[in-house]
Nanobody
Framework: QVQLVESGGGLVQAGGSLRLSCAAS????????MGWYRQAPGKQRELVAD???????NYADSVKGRFTISRDNAKNTVYLQMNSLKPEDTAVYYC?????????????WGQGTQVTVSS
């Protein structure tokens, strides 16, 4: 099992920055990719960015050039640095870890952290 705890959300003005953290515990040796998703009211959850164990990254077009995902494998933590925030970035942000046991693949999710960007 893998457990995730997010932190770092809050209220910020447009143009500001926030840094989200997600700490993993449990069977962390089995984690492959980790990522950040977000869900705004009335919308589906969407991928923001993800990163493989080796450091390859992938970003949603809407955040490219503004957000940076990084990962510290020694601390079992993934970060999301969010710069030049826009009101449309307002959402609950969730961390996800993909991990394996034998030949089966599992996903674990954090509880979510609210990010609110005021105009």
């Amino acid at each position: 099992q893998v457990q995730l705890v997010e932190s770092g959300g809050g209220l910020v003005q447009a143009g500001g920055s926030l840094r989200l953290s997600c700490a993993a515990s449990g069977s962390t040796f089995s984690i492959n990719a980790m990522g950040w998703y977000r869900q705004a009211p009335g919308k589906q959850r969407e991928l923001v960015a993800d990163i493989t164990r080796s450091g390859s990254t992938n970003y949603a077009d809407s955040v490219k050039g503004r957000f940076t995902i990084s990962r510290d494998n020694a601390k079992n933590t993934v970060y999301l640095q969010m710069n030049s925030l826009k009101p449309e970035d307002t959402a609950v942000y969730y961390c996800k870890a993909e991990w394996v046991r034998t030949i089966l693949r599992y996903d674990s999710w954090g509880q979510g952290t609210q990010v609110t960007v005021s105009s």
